[in-house]
């Protein structure tokens, strides 16, 4: 396919086109996403997370600035939970990246997770692959917190980045409530601000080494952390780096990218089973809808029988 040769001869234009039809999911798409298989796998993909407002897309930008001060390639993948109505932040994302928009080694593409019929993870994963196949080492992918979105960055990176912020009331409550034993590194955000040295050091205190396997440990990494004046970023990137070459050593990579393929293959099932629900939304799915409103089948029998019907050709 042409547009596939041109992406992966470096045309960035080839590149957008084809991200945009990965993203739609359309048949061009699906059959390049079939051709880059073969060619995927050494991407480093890794999950940017942290509350709404905590400074990771400007974090993002500055460790871009980093990674390109090395020979190294970068994509960014911005999951924004705003409305695709307004916009408005899917275009500060850019606005924030934009001086690295004629950089051929950056990409960067904002998706509104709203209205996608759960076709957002596979969406993302999709693009991650044709960023991972066209030669970029380093992919991010921004999301906000974890479980509100359908995107699950814990299990969809080899390495997950939470952010925190001083000021956001009770931290260690916050820290607390549901993101410890879920990063492999913290960055204590908005440094430039007072507070941030207690939370790094309630947060290196509380963070007990993360069990990988039954043989594999990792200590996480507390780094200090500004996207508006670079404080901490070359840290921030030294300590994914060792990370990664935890990751390899130990043999968790392929764990972690066996993890990623389950979550994948799971999430294109979710979309296939999505797709021929709203699609069969005529005859044999009203008339159990019927036989549920009449009493005469109960809602989980309907379902049943609708899932056996389907796998009858
Ligand atoms: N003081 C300070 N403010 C920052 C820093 N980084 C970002 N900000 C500010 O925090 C606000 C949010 O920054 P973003 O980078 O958009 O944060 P985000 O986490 O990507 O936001 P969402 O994607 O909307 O959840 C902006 O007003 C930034 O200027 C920082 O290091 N220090
Ligand atoms: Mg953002």
Known sequence: MGLVQQALDGNPRSLSRLATLIENDTPVGRRALELLHPRTGSAHVIGVTGPPGAGKSTLIASLIREIRSTTRRVGVIAIDPTSPITGGAMLGDRIRML?????????????????????????????????????????????????????????????????????????????????????????????????????????????????????????????????IDGIGVAELLKAIDRHRA???????WVRRATAMARTEVRSLIWRELSRQLRENGGTTFDRLIESVVDRRMSPSDAAADWLAQRSTP
């Open 99 to 227: 001086d690295h928009w004629e950089d051929p080694g950056v990409f960067v593409r904002s998706m509104a997770s709203r209205g996608r019929h759960g076709g957002l993870a596979p969406a993302t994963a999709g693009l991650i692959h044709l960023l991972d196949a066209t030669g970029f080492d380093i992919v991010i992918v921004e999301t906000v917190g974890v479980g509100q979105e359908d995107v699950d960055v814990t299990s969809s990176a080899h390495t997950v980045v939470v952010l925190q912020v001083p000021g956001l009331g009770d931290d260690i409550q916050t820290i607390k409530a549901g993101l410890l034993e879920l990063a492999d590194i913290y960055a204590v955000n908005k440094a430039d601000r007072p507070g941030a040295e207690d939370i790094a050091r309630s947060l290196r205190a509380l963070v007990g080494p993360l069990r990988m396997s039954t043989t594999v440990l990792w200590q996480p990494i507390v780094v200090k952390t500004s996207g």
């Open 246 to 252: 935890h990751l390899v050593e130990t043999g968790e």
